[in-house]
């Protein structure tokens, strides 16, 4: 099963949009774990997050800085987080990786083969040689950074460039029109911020089929409902709506995982209320 069709499958099932973003920062775990060593509190509570938000989500997003941080001892505990991921939910690893020739392709190899993931997020900046490792993964899903959520994407997204035929665009269409034509495996994606839905309106009218990330809901302060409306494909399907801190830190208890889930059923909720018009 190729990534689109293992997202779509997810979707289905959970009947759900909604990505958790696993991006552990033990200062914020709750005070039970905070006597535990650093590795078996940030396994327990990611393995805790994912079994009580499991049922309300179409993906997992592992952020892989979270887990670099840790030091030598950290990619082992980022195994054993992706293990504790149902088979039948896609990991979508969180690495914005982008650079040249046997770089490029031991990042892919990483990301693919070592650790097992289902899609990656690059960064296109350095141009097709260095995304084209990835790409060669056809059942993997690559997403593309295009247009983000953070307040100095301006300093360069929006810069007008020239694209196709010489028509001056912004730089973040001129790459949606560029991974459009990468997209030769349909394992192509793009990553748009919930804080910008009429780039994110215009970016689904250019790219109809494609599936795009949506990160930016929640402590970045993204319109949930308006980043539905307009990152979802003709079939109200294919946007994927992420959020992490707002789900992961929703509880300061005991019951921490129990509030997780609640707030990720809400949310899931009130996405699928504002897909049921389109």
């Given amino acids: 099963m190729n990534f689109l069709d293992k997202l779509l499958a997810a979707s289905h099932q959970q009947n759900s949009l909604l990505c958790v973003g696993l991006d552990p920062e033990p200062e914020r775990f709750p005070v039970l774990l905070q006597d535990m060593p650093v590795a078996r509190a940030v396994i327990h509570f990611c393995r805790s997050i994912i079994e009580a938000t499991a ?66 997020t690059i960064n296109p900046f350095l141009g097709y040689d260095s995304v084209a490792p990835f790409l060669a993964y056809e059942k993997k899903g690559v997403f593309f950074l295009c247009r983000t959520s953070n307040p100095s994407a301006r300093d360069f997204q929006d810069l007008m460039v020239f694209g196709e035929k010489g028509r001056m665009r912004p730089l973040y269409e001129v790459i949606a029109q560029r ?38 809901v929640g402590a970045q302060g993204g319109n949930l409902e308006a980043s539905v409306v307009a990152g979802v494909d003709a079939s109200g399907e294919k946007a994927i709506i992420a959020v992490s801190r707002a789900i992961l830190y929703a509880g300061e208890g005991q019951d921490y995982a129990v509030s997780a889930a609640n707030e990720a059923w809400a949310l899931r909720n009130r996405i699928n209320e504002a897909r049921k018009g389109i």
């Fill in 55 to 120: 049922p309300y989500v179409c993906a997992f997003k592992p952020n892989m800085a979270f887990f670099e941080v840790l030091g030598p001892e950290g990619m082992y505990i980022f195994q054993e987080v992706l293990q504790a991921i149902p088979k039948h939910i896609p990991i979508i690893a969180d690495a914005k990786r982008g650079d040249l020739g046997n770089t490029a392709r031991n990042y892919a190899k990483t990301v693919f083969d070592v650790y097992g993931c289902d899609a990656v």
């Fill in 179 to 216: 991974v459009q034509s990468w997209n030769k495996a349909g394992n192509c994606g793009l990553v748009v911020g919930a804080t910008c839905p009429q780039e994110l309106s215009t970016i689904r009218s250019m790219c109809p089929d494609m599936p795009i990330l949506i990160p930016g």
